[in-house]
């Protein structure tokens, strides 16, 4: 008999057919998301499950699935599977890193422009027919970026690809990491490392590619906030509750900051109401890797992943 494996949301056609030929599949092709107990008993006799960063599988419901033999989460990111409690019970946890990383950093620099240059504040005012006079000096004046100071918060792969960006607006680049890069890397990518405090005092835009964990959680809070300049922008497309939401819209809401762009939320879908309400912020949802090339390519390699392990092989990306 096949092995059955779930694909816990919806993924493209070819990949469903793809697993099909090797095993039995249960694809959530309505994409509606399984939770708690539902999420469970899909999940209970099958050998394989491709998740996404927004499917928690915890160590109670994890306990309950016996003949789980892999988790292959579509991300980079594995925040949302107990890792310790699948190497316990025998469960590979495989991820799909450097796929996505030039299409998460171009998604970082949309966002980044889009609240320097207040295009979404533009655009919405030239929908609802507010524009009557062609031009005016002072209209939706915003931030430059070019030679402007660019702070990256954690220069892992895709911090790095948002540092080769800057060069073409001759931008200086700072960062800070809990691990220095090698002196060849930062000279590659024209950075220096700073003090935390000192990237948040001096960048004129602030962006944060930290992963989220237990360490991370509220990284940028209040304190972060109030040592940047009145005319800084924060960007966060890393992860939801890296950045403190709350103490960001009371920053925004007061002038605090010029403004943010943001892909990602705690507890998404929700967000902090405020930020609807606010004409300084730019909101996407969660869509850093969201072209459909680079897409497929994640699924692909999940699939790649979680077949690996259910044949008796080592996966290309093990995360235990």
Known sequence: MKKKVVIVRGVFPEVVAALAERFEVEHNAADRPWVGEELAARLAGAAGAMTTVMDRLDAPLLERCPALRVVSNIAVGYNNVDVGACTRLGIRVTNTPGVLDDTTADLTWALLMAAARRI???DAYVRRGDWKIAFGVQY???????????????????????ARRARGFDMKVVYHNRTRLPEADERGLQATWVERDRLFAESDFVVVMAPYSAATHHLVGAAEIAKMKPTAILVNSARGGVVDDAALAFALAHGRIAGAGLDVFEGEPALDPRYATLPNVVLTPHIGSASRATRLTMCRLAMENLTAVLEGREPPNPVN
């Open 120 to 122: 979404a504040e533009a």
């Open 140 to 162: 939706f004046l915003g931030q430059d970026v070019h030679h402007a100071t660019l702070g990256i918060v954690g220069m892992g792969r895709i911090g790095q690809a948002v």
